[in-house]
């Protein structure tokens, strides 16, 4: 018997698998890698919640899933304008090293 | 949904997550991202969220991958030179996480719903994908119509930055 606490411990997993990416890599697109992880486990817990809260009329709660649709959209506008920013910097500086691009730092 | 697909999904989903960042080859983390959300995808359809899992192949293993790939490609980027790993952040961010796994973990179980089986749906519900665009184009159709000006603003944005000299 799967409940709902199995989907949200695999979602927090996964969370924490993104998580500990961007603070453990060094490589500025697989921290961008890591930023899509997380965003996928909060839609996967949304879309237990969804399947959780089921109403009289025997439906899920189809908020959530539009709320999913909505994250999944930005996500992929997000990934398209980050990936050209990334162009940019590595035109610009030649390296995708965060530890390399220190400008800001102090 | 059977506890056998609901555990092989998510195993699969896991642990190609965490070959992402494990690998040191960019195309391989890629292409393990890709693997990960389709296992993704198939936890949605085993939570009979249909619409969702398909619109999680198409855009995540469908563009963004591409994307991804093009842009690594593009760079010409190699496998990653081992660099001396500094150590106080190494084990920071180990620390860090597991922390906030421990946390997250123990929210869960003191939750009173997450041990309860998920009720049943109704026989004859109509499909979601009736649902989500009932939604979608009634209750939330002017959120709809600002992420299509967001999504036009973003590909603007992209042609600006990708233009060879800044101005």
Request: proline share 3%.
């Amino acid at each position: 018997m799967v409940t709902l606490g199995d989907y949200l411990f695999v979602s927090g997993l996964l969370f924490t698998i993104g998580f500990s990416g961007v603070l453990l890599r060094r490589n500025i697109i697989i921290i961008f890698m890591s930023l899509e992880l997380m965003l996928n486990a909060a839609n996967l817990s949304l879309v237990a919640f969804s399947r959780f809260r089921v109403d009289s009329l025997g439906m899920p709660n189809y908020h959530a899933q539009v709320f999913v649709f909505f994250i999944i959209t930005v996500a992929a506008a997000e990934v398209a304008v980050g990936l050209a920013v990334i162009v940019a910097l590595y035109r610009a500086r030649r390296t995708i090293h965060v530890e390399d691009i220190n400008t800001l730092k102090f | 949904m059977s506890p056998a697909f609901f555990w092989i999904a998510s195993a699969l989903m896991l642990v190609f997550g965490a070959a992402v960042i494990i690998n040191r080859n960019p195309v391989a983390s890629a292409l393990s991202l890709v693997v990960s959300f389709l296992g993704l995808a198939a936890l949605f359809m085993s939570l009979d969220a249909f619409f969702v899992g398909i619109i999680q192949v198409l855009v995540y293993a469908g563009a963004v991958m591409v994307l991804f790939l093009f842009i690594i490609m593009l760079l010409d980027l190699r496998v990653e030179e081992r660099r001396r790993i500094n150590f106080v952040a190494f084990a920071g961010g180990i620390a860090v996480s597991t922390i906030f796994f421990g946390q997250l973990y123990l929210v869960i179980g003191r939750l009173r719903q997450a041990t309860q089986p998920f009720p049943a749906l109704s026989p004859n519900h109509p499909d979601d994908v009736r649902q989500v665009g009932l939604l979608l184009f009634g209750n939330y159709n002017l959120p709809f119509q600002i992420i299509g000006v967001l999504i036009l603003v973003a590909t603007v944005g992209v042609i600006v930055l990708s233009r060879r000299e800044l101005r």
